[in-house]
């Protein structure tokens, strides 16, 4: 372990064999990448937009192609939220291409088929990007990336991270779900409870001292219900 606790964490992690992991409201770690739709320079190329940025352990296998067949499906509603999907593996630029061209012309599962991707997935055979952002795990696998997922906001910066297994699909409506959500805590100043899903009631955040506690609980009724002075939730405007 590290001595100095002062010390940057980043290195700490470096020293210890561990990967590189952005932290939730860290700025998202740069970089310039060849993709299937040419070079990206990121995050600056997406200031203003959301991004998902996720990786995959390799092309031409099973799990990771029913993932990017349901990425490409959901794309355009990822796009009504404002968000870009960039998708990332340790293989080269010419094995994308391939890989995407079989999913778009051979593949049909779970009702989907002809499913073009049209989103850029970038080719990191040096690894360089998925270092960065702590996508390739040791304990895991040395020569793949495991599932992660970011989530970058129109600053630039991490609002949220998901690592899942190799052999594990993505739950993908809990990936929009979250977008939407953290969307819906920026506008509204609010936070939101277990299992929220859009139209359900938020939550109030609580209020900063006894006097104002009083007055909240006092104040309940036609805008906002409390369960207690700490717990009050409301409906937002449609």
């Not at 977008?179 to 939550?203: E, F, N």
Request: charged fraction near 25%; include cysteine.
């Amino acid at each position: 372990m590290c001595e100095d606790h002062d010390h940057d964490m980043e290195c700490c992690c470096e020293e210890e064999g561990f990967p590189s992991i952005p932290l939730i409201g860290d700025p998202a770690p740069s970089f310039t990448a060849l993709t299937t739709k040419g070079t990206i320079n990121f995050p600056d190329d997406y200031e203003g937009r959301w991004v998902i940025l996720f990786s995959h352990p390799a092309d031409f296998t099973p799990v990771c192609t029913t993932e990017f067949m349901t990425f490409a499906r959901m794309q355009g509603e990822f796009k009504e939220l404002n968000c870009e999907l960039v998708g990332l593996s340790i293989d080269s630029h010419y094995s994308h291409i391939a890989w995407l061209r079989t999913i778009e012309e051979k593949i049909a599962w779970n009702g989907m088929k002809n499913m073009k991707v049209d989103f850029p997935v970038i080719a990191d055979l040096t690894m360089d990007v998925a270092y960065k952002y702590g996508m390739v795990q040791p304990g895991a696998s040395d020569t793949q990336a495991v599932r992660a997922v970011f989530f970058i906001d129109p600053d630039s910066k991490v609002r949220a991270l998901i690592y899942y297994p190799l052999a594990n699909g993505r739950n993908f409506d809990e990936l929009k779900r979250l977008l939407v959500a953290m969307q819906t805590s920026d506008k509204y100043k609010v936070a939101t409870p277990a299992d929220w899903r859009p139209g359900d009631k938020v939550i109030i955040p609580p209020p900063p001292t006894t006097e104002a506690a009083a007055e909240r609980v006092k104040g309940a009724g036609a805008d906002y219900e409390c369960l207690d002075w700490f717990l009050c939730l409301k409906n937002l405007p449609r």
